[in-house]
């Protein structure tokens, strides 16, 4: 069984200055003696900047040898402020250099997967809005592929929390480089979830306080183990209050449900997302 722990969890402790990048590496291995992380861009640049610009490469070796040294190895790397599409168009094009100096970043890393989002908030889907982002994500796909990871949207915000629309995204990406990251039960009220649908695409999967005793988790942990998903499981849960207890409440009722599930009996080869669309 692969758990991770996705560096969101702490975003209170980072806001207050009690935690660094460092801090959560030790948390991870040592407190919760996990084998595998999910980083986030916001531990390791400056959030008062607006595109959240990379790390230096001394920044990012450092962090890739903390992780080497705790025997650690990066599930997935969280982008923020490189989705891809703006309706500005010079927005967009600094968006897309931004994406491109973050996925080096992650193959500095030695990322499985990346999570870069589809847009930033609500937009309105067009033509040209898809067009463009399929073409983005196929050249993302490409580089993904050439360096062994895979790269993709969650289910995060705006447009992403429809599912059928995703599943439209996948179908026209079509490229074995691409994955989505589920955050399972992170939905448009009101519209279709996306579990069953998008599972052929999942390449990493975020559970949170709420879905992790959601009485529908259980079965879509098994629907995704049948229809081949060998990736992590990460917790992401940012905890307003004893984030340690949370997390380590959180990490081990996860453990029970892959336990109840069978998961480590069911998986089959390594993490990454199966490509099989249906």
């Known amino acids: 069984m692969k758990l991770s722990l996705g560096g969101f969890s702490f975003y209170q402790l980072l806001s207050a200055g009690k935690m660094d990048i460092f801090g959560y590496l030790e948390t991870a291995a040592h407190r919760y003696r996990l084998q595998s992380v999910d980083l986030w861009n916001g531990f390791m640049t400056d959030r008062s900047d607006p595109f959240y610009p990379v790390a230096d490469t ?35 094009e600094k968006l897309h250099r931004n994406a491109m100096d973050y ?3 992650a193959e500095l890393l030695g990322a499985r997967t990346v999570r870069i989002d589809t847009s930033r908030g609500p937009v309105q889907p067009t033509e040209a809005q898809f067009e463009y982002t399929v073409k983005r994500y196929q ?22 929390l429809h599912a059928g629309w995703m599943k439209q995204l996948a179908e026209a990406v079509g490229h074995p480089g691409y ?56 917790v992401e849960y940012n905890a307003p209050e004893h984030p340690f207890i949370e997390l380590e409440w959180a990490l081990a009722s996860v453990k029970r449900l892959l336990v109840r599930t069978n998961a480590a009996g069911r998986e089959r080869g390594i993490g990454g997302q199966q490509h099989a669309a249906n």
């Not at 050249?139 to 992403?160: C, F, K, L, M």
Request: net charge negative; hydrophobic share 40%.
């Open 58 to 92: 001394a920044l990012l070796m450092r962090i890739r040898n903390s992780m080497e040294e705790k025997g650690l190895t990066l599930a997935n790397f969280a982008v923020d402020r490189a989705h891809l599409w703006d309706e500005d168009a010079d927005v967009r």
């Open 103 to 105: 996925l080096r970043a």
């Open 139 to 160: 050249e993302y796909a490409q580089r993904a592929a050439d360096y062994g990871y895979t790269v993709g949207p969650e289910n995060h915000t705006g447009i992403s």
């Open 179 to 234: 994955g989505i990251l589920l955050h399972i039960g992170r939905w448009q009220e009101g519209t279709e979830p996306g579990e069953r649908l998008l599972a052929p695409w999942v390449n990493h999967v975020h559970l949170d306080a709420r879905s992790i005793v959601a009485e529908e988790t259980p079965p879509i942990i098994n629907h995704l183990l049948d229809s081949g998903y060998a990736g992590a499981w990460a």
